[in-house]
């Protein structure tokens, strides 16, 4: 009987050798938080969408050193709802899908890519990658704040009844170089409430991106 064992452990182990842990999988999700840095108060505090096809591009050609694919550019914009004549909000869905995706319309950019020469203020405006040791995951977080007189041209004060304004941002995403500032990939896409900036306050974006691969030997 344990000669029988021994051998029944011995061919479970060949199988192992012979079947080596090479499928996995890789998850990502994003998170975003908007909030006033003085303040504390939070406007927005949500998941996102990920395009999946600008991503694994976008990844591969970080990882392959091509000086492309990296996180560049957060970008927000004032088209992803619409409001009826009764104060009633639509949310337009995310864009995912296709390469040439954008946001519904973008008003206005801000370079978080800390390594770039274009980011002017690289101690509140970049990339951060967090990882604990023994986790199968790692966090891209990516810090972005808009200050008292960003964007220029905005209204003195956040207390407009207009909803359509072109600083009032209701959608998010985060773009990556794919070469030059006028070619770059959505690869990340949030719609939500409507929230004015304008100069009576800052707003501080904090995007978390998370990268985490899965295998049938370790989920978390």
Request: glycine share 6%; net charge negative; aromatic share 8%.
């Amino acid at each position: 009987m344990e000669e029988k064992e021994t051998n029944q452990q011995q061919a479970a182990a060949k199988d192992t050798e012979r079947n080596p842990n090479d499928i996995g999988l890789v998850g990502v999700e994003g998170h975003i938080k908007i909030f006033d840095p003085d303040s504390d108060e939070v406007f927005v505090d949500k998941r996102n969408a990920i395009h999946y096809e600008n991503f694994s591009e976008s990844l591969a050609q970080s990882l392959a050193n091509k000086n492309i694919g990296h996180v560049y550019q957060m970008v927000f914009g004032n088209g992803g709802t619409s409001v009826d004549p009764t104060g009633i909000i639509t949310y337009l869905p995310a864009n995912s899908t296709g390469q040439n995706a954008d946001l519904y319309n973008q008003t206005y950019s801000k370079v978080v890519d800390d390594n770039s020469a274009t980011n002017t203020d690289t101690t509140r405006n970049n990339l951060t990658v967090l990882h604990t040791t023994g986790k199968v995951y790692t966090d891209i977080l990516v810090t972005c704040l808009l200050d008292y007189g960003e964007p220029a041209g905005q209204q003195a004060f956040d207390n407009s009844t207009n909803l359509d304004g072109e600083f009032v941002f209701d959608e998010l995403g985060l773009k990556t170089w794919n070469g030059s500032a006028d070619n770059l990939k959505l690869i990340t896409h949030v719609v939500f409430h409507p929230s004015q900036k304008a100069q009576n306050r800052r707003i501080q974006v904090d995007y978390t991106v998370r990268i985490q691969t899965l295998t049938h030997l370790s989920s978390t």
